[in-house]
């Protein structure tokens, strides 16, 4: 699988991490445009990279994925420091960018390239991402069951250099494209904001997922 470094966050480049103090998580969200800069913002976050998971086809294209015979979905592979931001914290960042009752794709996206999943790489990261869907539903905050599936992490492609850091690269567009697809005035209407209130791993292991926390 080839190396990705673009997107690297500062802070986690000025402190030094080792390959043994590092983790994965992998998380599909619909268009991966918008899925980086949501996780870029925290600290602890050391890169997130934009590609493909979960299908047959190794090396997929973008064409390809997108024509829905890979099996493949577009994802974000995010390299983040435990000892700065748990898992918890990262699970709570991705409910609160998707629709998770969604089983056809996101917002504008339609089709099974663009549906959700959580991809865990351990135990821990399933119990965890099982623990914080089981609080996203009982919580109230979305009329419709949870469809979003919790699966085994697979061969991660990274996506075309293009799409790398999108929303750095192409502001006006990223912008324009989150209002024209929806997916702004979805979070604004379920969370308030994209964002949880604290980078501190919450005791519950599940974030403020009461209804119209913010």
Not at 20 to 39: D, I, L, N, Q
Not at 143 to 159: E, G, N, Q, R, S
Not at 161 to 166: G, I, K, L, M, P
Request: net charge negative; proline share 9%.
């Amino acid at each position: 699988m080839q190396q990705h470094s673009a997107g690297t966050n500062d802070a986690g480049r000025e402190m030094g991490q080792s390959p043994h103090s590092v983790e994965k998580a992998t998380f599909a969200g619909g268009c991966f445009w918008c899925m980086v800069k949501p996780f870029h913002e925290w600290p602890g976050v050391i890169d997130v990279v934009s590609g493909y998971t979960g299908g047959h086809k190794p090396n997929p294209t973008y064409e390809e994925v997108c024509s829905g015979t890979t099996g493949h979905v577009e994802a974000v592979e995010i390299t983040y420091d435990p000892s700065v931001i748990s898992y918890e914290t990262i699970l709570d960042v991705f409910w609160r960018q998707i629709d998770p009752t969604d089983p056809n794709g996101q917002f504008y996206d339609r089709g099974p390239s663009y549906r959700t999943a959580i991809f865990y790489h351990s135990q821990a990261q399933k119990e965890a991402a099982e623990r914080s869907l089981q609080a996203l539903q009982e919580s109230g905050r979305f009329d419709k069951p949870i469809v979003t599936p919790i699966l085994p992490a697979a061969p991660f492609y990274p996506a075309e250099e293009y799409h790398q850091d999108f929303y750095q690269k192409n502001p006006a567009h990223y912008e324009a494209y989150r209002r024209g697809s929806g997916r702004d005035a979805f979070i604004r209407r379920h969370w308030g904001s994209s964002q949880p209130d604290s980078a501190s791993p919450p005791s519950h292991g599940t974030g403020d997922l009461t209804p119209g926390a913010s």
